[in-house]
């Protein structure tokens, strides 16, 4: 049988390594997307991909960007993919309010540019799957649990952004035949999340205080609850998708829910960090009750101008037809992130 043919743009970051490993061993060949940089930015693929020997016969990566149409319809042309999974994007939410243009380009506009090149391309048999984000959802009239039929009221340029992408999706599908789906995926995290990701952020901050190499973690909104869920679980749903007999727009989520404050307690306790937390509004501080100083503060430069205070998945959509349900819960999230980060230190 004709091996299956993964292009996968963002392949570099959280998801894309995580997916890469996964259609590995579903006996995918796989082509990445990767920017043109100075500096490393293939740690989390190193694994997988051999640049000097080129060991790995069924791993391939291309460079390219998706704010360059050129790049992204000649790629697409020369791999000849079966599936395309656009895992890229300026994915910070605080950051898209500093730099919004280039999170649109991205983030929208380059969802845009790879389905525009399935159709000039006339590939109407590539499946396409599209990372939407829980960030869509923003403002919630009601705090109750989303599925596919909630209302969008996105509060940041990169919800916004996902939004538009979205929506284009959709059009695609329905106005030139594509197999064109949407994983409006919640919270997800893992021990390669980035290091200005609220949970990377605090899990690897706590882990260097227990161990005297850092005095102190700083954040932000403290009360912002969200649905957190493993990485490796939802790249799973992503294959799921797009095996599905036809496309379609899913919810993948854990639907549980933990405040950023109950996450710090959580690895605090996990790592036998005493905390005694003190204050009110950005005044408020924990203390470690063993050393009696200040280990956690907070700076009103990590609030966003406009928060999104809830985001609770059902997934019940997912469980029932594509039988996906994530195996892993919080706990086991920030286990594995914590042993992660001990780890650097053996």
Not at 20 to 34: P, R, S
Not at 190 to 214: A, C, D, E, Y
Request: net charge positive; hydrophobic share 35%; proline share 2%.
């Amino acid at each position: 049988m004709k091996k299956k043919i993964a292009l996968i743009f963002g392949i570099t970051g959280q998801d894309g390594s995580y997916l890469a490993e996964f259609l590995l061993k579903k006996n995918y060949i796989i082509h990445g997307v990767k920017r043109r940089s100075s500096s490393e930015n293939t740690q989390r693929i190193d694994h997988l991909f051999d640049s000097i020997n080129f060991t790995n016969k069924n791993f391939f990566l291309h460079y390219g960007d998706l704010s360059d149409s050129t790049s992204v319809l000649k790629i697409i042309n020369k791999v000849k993919p079966t599936e395309i999974y656009n895992l890229a994007a300026q994915s910070h939410v605080r950051i898209s309010f500093d730099v919004p243009e280039y999170t649109a380009d991205i983030t929208g506009l380059g969802t845009l540019r790879i389905l525009e090149s399935l159709r000039a391309l006339r590939m109407y048999k590539v499946k396409f799957y599209q990372a939407s984000s829980s960030e869509m959802f923003g403002k919630l009239k009601n705090k109750k649990s989303i599925n596919e039929l909630t209302t969008f009221h996105p509060r940041s340029m990169y919800g916004v952004s996902k939004v538009f992408s979205f929506h284009t999706t959709v059009h695609y599908r329905e106005a030139y035949g594509l197999f064109a789906c949407n994983g409006i995926l919640f919270n997800h995290e893992s021990p390669r999340r980035g290091p200005n990701f609220v949970t990377k952020k605090i899990v690897q901050g706590l882990v260097r205080i227990k161990n005297g190499i850092q005095k102190k973690l700083t954040l932000g909104n403290l009360y912002a609850v969200r649905d957190w869920g493993h990485a490796k679980d939802y790249v799973n749903s992503m294959w799921k998708i797009m095996q599905y007999k036809q496309a379609d727009d899913w919810v993948i989520a854990t639907n549980s829910t933990s405040t950023v404050k109950n996450f710090i307690n959580l690895v605090a306790k996990k790592i036998n960090i005493k905390l005694k937390w003190t204050g009110r509004g950005l005044n408020e501080k924990a203390i470690d009750l063993e050393t009696k100083k200040i280990i956690i503060d907070l700076d009103k430069k990590y609030l966003r101008p406009s928060e999104v205070d809830f985001l609770k998945g059902n997934f019940s959509k997912a469980r029932n037809k594509l039988k996906w349900k994530p195996l892993l819960k919080t706990s086991d999230l920030i286990d594995d992130m914590i042993n992660y980060e001990i780890s650097k230190f053996d």
